[in-house]
């Protein structure tokens, strides 16, 4: 089953943060983040084990909810690079296939 | 940076036709899949491939598709027709022994158009 993003799009000043949700109704064992520019291929940013661990990656960080089986991306002082559509991905085990929310377009202004 | 490599990039065939997408996936990964974005759309999950055998795929993954690994190296996706709805971009993805623990690595895709 599909995992649930939100909001469905975000518009930014450079500098400014943002928050992406995650949601699945249903166990999850991993959940996976991705950005995509348009015409490339998903770029990996990071993965949650279940466990409620944050991850950081530059100034992008995530957490994860096990009970809540919600994944929230943490986007701060954003920058034009960070523009993209951020999609994440939901594995019910491990090696499993990915199963992709719906995606949430990020645009960043200067 | 070890890198997912699909050809071709853009491949235009007629309805009915046989396609062949390739990959070579990170020579170290034992896990590789298929996905597809039909334009403007999320990435759906087709197949996916461990120990020379698919170990799961979904409905859309029916009898036209196929994948191989015919020589360790190289991944393969054939369409034994094409249809129209077969137009997308489609990902082959590699991901790392350790699995759980890192992300899958997607190729820049290989654009199907059926005309």
């Known amino acids: 089953q599909q995992p649930v993003q939100s909001p469905q799009a975000v518009i930014l000043r450079e500098g400014e943060d943002a928050v992406i949700n995650c949601s699945s109704s249903?166990?999850?064992?991993?959940v996976h983040w991705y950005r995509q520019k348009h015409g490339e291929a998903p770029v990996f940013l990071m993965i949650?084990?279940?466990?409620?661990e944050q991850k950081g990656h530059e100034k992008i960080s995530a957490s994860f909810n096990e009970k809540k089986q919600q994944s929230s991306l943490y986007l701060t002082a954003s920058q034009l690079s960070y523009s993209g559509t951020y999609f994440c991905g939901i594995t019910g085990t491990s090696y499993g296939k990915l199963t992709f929310g719906q995606g949430t377009i990020l645009t960043v202004h200067p | 940076e070890p890198e997912v490599t699909q050809t071709p990039s853009h491949q235009v065939t007629q309805m009915g036709q046989e396609v062949i997408l390739r990959c070579v996936p990170i020579s170290n990964h034992l896990y590789f899949y298929w996905y597809r974005q039909i334009l403007g759309q999320k990435v759906e999950f087709l197949v996916s491939?461990?120990?020379?055998?698919?170990?799961?795929k979904s409905e859309i993954f029916d009898d036209q598709f196929s994948v191989e690994r015919p020589d360790g190296s190289n991944f393969t996706l054939k369409i034994r027709s094409t249809k129209l709805e077969d137009s997308a971009m489609y990902f082959c993805?590699?991901?790392?022994?350790?699995?759980?623990?890192?992300?899958?690595?997607f190729g820049s895709g290989t654009r199907l158009t059926v005309v």
């Open positions: 491939f461990y120990n020379n055998e698919i170990s799961e």
């Open positions: 249903k166990a999850l064992y991993s």
């Open positions: 993805a590699s991901s790392d022994p350790g699995g759980a623990n890192y992300g899958y690595t």
């Open positions: 949650l084990l279940k466990g409620g």
